[in-house]
């Protein structure tokens, strides 16, 4: 009986203090690649998306990229100055993108890719929670599966705030070596639980529930470092419209290991994981 009660509690103190959460969002790129069936939901969107991203960092680069760097050369060491200057534009460009063009054309192709993972997965039965899912057509594919999207489906809801503390802290990325670290793991923080958003709905959770599913120990870990890693991935030229779409992919794979962790958290007992003092900030849900 010993040996079983060492080993459970090495899980939980495993559990509890490291986390794989930072790998699902390159997980979701992988999945992407290898699963035929969401392909097609890729295809519609990225192309276009991609030379639109692509002319919006053009833009910006040709204009303004310069007098940054010239700015921030008045107090960088040699060559620093150029190091930050990209990401400060890259980060500009991230937000104009983000506001011109994702909620208005990937959203929801991010709620089918989210969906059409989970019931690959074996979740089909929160997914019918929110939308038909037939069974009479090619049930191999996931997606010819899916039926029509509930009204005001989306995959992460458009959050005023998150919008006003990536401005507001989009000029860390002027600080020497430390700036840039700083800033993805502050706006990482934010955007961990709004990735996480299409779960919550297929969950039935309110906001008193998201924030209490948030706000433990463990979890507000996971949410930073999964909204951290989103981050870095939405900084890479050219690239960031296809990592948008795979981001979905990765906040599916995560939900499912989520829900399984619950399931052996369950069969292993009660768990509190609320001890300690290292924890980040609370997490509010003010979107």
């Not at 459970?8 to 979701?28: C, E, Q």
């Not at 008045?74 to 400060?88: L, P, Q």
């Amino acid at each position: 009986m010993a040996p079983t009660t060492g080993s459970s509690a090495m899980r939980r103190f495993i559990r509890s203090n490291f986390t794989s959460a930072p790998i699902y969002p390159l997980k979701g790129i992988y999945y992407l690649a290898t699963h035929r069936f969401l392909r097609p939901l890729v295809k519609s969107r990225l192309v276009p998306l991609t030379l639109l991203s692509t002319a919006v960092l053009a833009l910006l680069f040709l204009t303004i990229y310069i007098p940054v760097v010239a700015f921030l050369a008045i107090f960088h060491y040699k060559g620093s100055a150029w190091v930050n200057g990209t990401f400060f534009i890259l980060g500009i460009g991230t937000l104009v993108i983000s506001l011109l063009f994702e909620a208005m054309f990937v959203d929801h192709t991010q709620v089918d890719i989210f969906d059409a993972v989970m019931i690959a997965e074996g979740y089909e039965h929160l997914v019918t929670s929110r939308r038909v899912v037939t069974d009479d057509i090619d049930q191999s594919d996931p997606v010819k599966r899916l039926g029509t999207r509930e009204k005001g489906a989306q995959f992460a809801p458009f959050s005023v705030r998150q919008i006003i503390e990536f401005v507001v802290f989009l000029p860390l990325t002027f600080i020497p070596f430390a700036g840039v670290p700083l800033f993805l793991l502050i706006t990482g923080y934010r955007a961990g639980p709004l990735l996480n958003w299409r779960y919550f709905a297929l969950k039935g959770f309110n906001k008193k529930d998201r924030n209490d599913f948030i706000k433990t120990k463990k979890r507000r870990w996971e949410y930073m470092w999964f909204g951290t890693v989103y981050m870095c991935l939405q900084l890479v030229p050219i690239l960031s419209m296809f990592f948008l779409l795979t981001s979905a992919v990765g906040s599916a794979l995560w939900s499912v290991h989520m829900e399984r962790e619950n399931i052996t958290t369950r069969d292993e007992g009660p768990y509190n994981d609320e001890d300690g003092d290292d924890q980040p900030p609370p997490y509010a849900d003010e979107v």
